[in-house]
């Protein structure tokens, strides 16, 4: 990644102009870590290796406590709490202004929970732990916690071994089509030409995140021959899994990079230079496709043949995109019919099993559909909310991004925010339509907190 990951959590790559730069002022030096902030980072990453699945080296009922709740559940209300009781640590962050939206949400997610739990007669117990998208969301305070302890590093650290082991695996579920991580989904598609290949359902351990943070370190600082094959790793199971939106999300986060870097420093060597690596890790990834992944002429047809089918789908509104046309229709319908200012509320269907034919349609849809999930769910006002949040960080992110002076891990973390809020707005043909969904804000609390972070240091400077 862009940070020399040693327990001190040194950033190396924040400069512009000069190698002298002080970086007291972004992240303090320290020689050590203290233990508290050691643990905070093995609790989240716990969570997430539990959540993740256990990559099959224990068995998955390991975790299991009590009917459906795992020890990663325990883990993300204890690690919550336990954020809340030392809020003077990161005081300043907790009352940023950047946390105003965020903040609006989360009570709005309270409130829900409570109307709901009268509303259908739901056991308050059971529905609080089968909600665990939305308290994933909450996840924002120990992130906090944890950047101002300055222990980022210490968790990328620990995050590394998985994610390669996790990526591996993957590569070899795709081209065998044996389930060698717990918890994915294996099927065969059919592709325009007889073409057929494995379709892997469920992601890597983060292993997208560590590509682009290579891709970033090389634009903004250096590029490391030996981080070449690690990044060809990373990438890999992406090629494999056939998802036309990951491709294009991808592709659009190296661009915005490309772009942010090129135009902030105004120097057509740098640009000329990064065009050179992308041209170097390009050709590197060819040589190693063909080289190294069996078959890879016919992986190379089935991918042109997975674009054409993208097309064709959404010229006719077939496939997939077309059962999200419809489930957007439902979805409408059932907002309609239902409260219109607050939603339908956190409707036990969530947590159940749907029985009827339209229940299930239902289902898809809110798990297949941003947006109007969102507008189901949570009616007109949730919605508003989702809209604020989507346009609210895009301009701070920004600002961030124009006024900051130094290249380091948390800028890296925004630009993948404003890409992904970007993403979701105007391109993702899923029909995402904002980054706040069913299950809140959950998928980008981390960057959220790595904003927050930046903004109140940059803020301090430029009044943001």
Not at 131 to 158: E, H, N
Not at 250 to 272: D, E, G, P, Q, T
Not at 302 to 316: F, L, P, S
Not at 366 to 380: E, K, M, P, R, T
Request: aromatic residues 20%; hydrophobic residues 50%; proline residues 2%.
């Amino acid at each position: 990644m862009v940070v020399k990951l040693t327990n001190n959590f040194r950033i190396s790559s924040g400069k512009n102009n000069s190698r002298n730069h002080n970086f007291s002022e972004i992240l303090e030096e320290k020689n050590y870590l203290t233990l508290n902030a050691k643990l905070l980072a093995w609790g989240i990453f716990l969570i997430f290796f539990i959540e993740n699945g256990t990559l099959g080296l224990i068995p998955k009922q390991f975790y299991f406590v009590y009917r459906n709740m795992r020890i990663s559940d325990f883990l993300l209300y204890g690690l919550t709490l336990y954020s809340f009781y030392n809020v003077k640590e990161y005081r300043e962050l907790f009352s940023s202004r950047a946390m105003i939206i965020a903040k609006l949400l989360l009570v709005f997610y309270l409130l829900q929970f409570v109307i709901s739990t009268i509303k259908y007669e739901y056991n308050f117990i059971e529905l609080f732990f089968r909600l665990k998208g939305i308290w994933m969301c909450f996840l924002l305070f120990p992130f906090l916690l944890l950047i101002k302890r300055r222990a980022l590093g210490y968790l990328i650290k620990i995050m590394l071994p998985v994610a390669i082991v996790s990526n591996i695996l993957y590569i070899l579920s795709a081209l065998t089509g044996i389930a060698f991580l717990p918890d994915i989904g294996i099927a065969e598609q059919n592709l325009p030409g007889d073409l057929k290949v494995f379709r892997v359902y469920g992601g890597t351990f983060y292993g997208e995140l560590f590509f682009l943070g290579f891709i970033y370190q090389w634009m903004v600082k250096k590029f490391r021959v030996y981080q070449l094959f690690l990044a060809i790793l990373f990438i890999t199971p992406h090629i494999l899994a056939f998802g036309r939106a990951a491709w294009l999300n991808i592709a659009l986060i190296i661009l915005i990079m490309f772009i942010w870097y090129s135009v902030k420093n105004k120097k057509f060597r740098l640009v000329f230079r990064q065009i050179v690596i992308l041209t170097v890790f390009a050709g590197a990834l060819f040589y190693a496709f063909i080289k190294f992944v069996p078959q890879s002429d016919y992986i190379f047809e089935a991918i042109k043949a997975r674009v054409e089918q993208g097309q064709t789908d959404y010229k006719y509104k077939e496939g997939t995109y077309g059962t999200r046309v419809a489930n957007i229709a439902a979805l409408i319908g059932l907002w309609r019919d239902g409260n219109i200012i607050m939603g339908i509320g956190m409707h036990p269907l969530w947590v159940i099993r749907p029985e009827t034919e339209e229940e299930t349609i239902y289902a898809w849809g809110f798990s297949d559909v941003g947006w109007a999930s969102l507008l189901a769910a949570y009616g007109i006002v949730g919605f508003l909310l989702g809209v604020t949040y989507q346009l609210y960080y895009f301009i701070i992110s920004f600002k961030i991004l124009k006024k900051t002076e130094f290249n380091d891990l948390l800028i890296f973390f925004i630009l993948v925010f404003i890409s992904r809020l970007f993403f979701d707005s105007a391109i993702n043909y899923s029909y995402g339509g904002l980054s706040v969904g069913l299950w809140g804000f959950w998928s980008t609390t981390f960057y959220l907190a790595a904003l927050v972070y930046k903004y109140e240091n940059l803020n301090k400077k430029y009044e943001l």
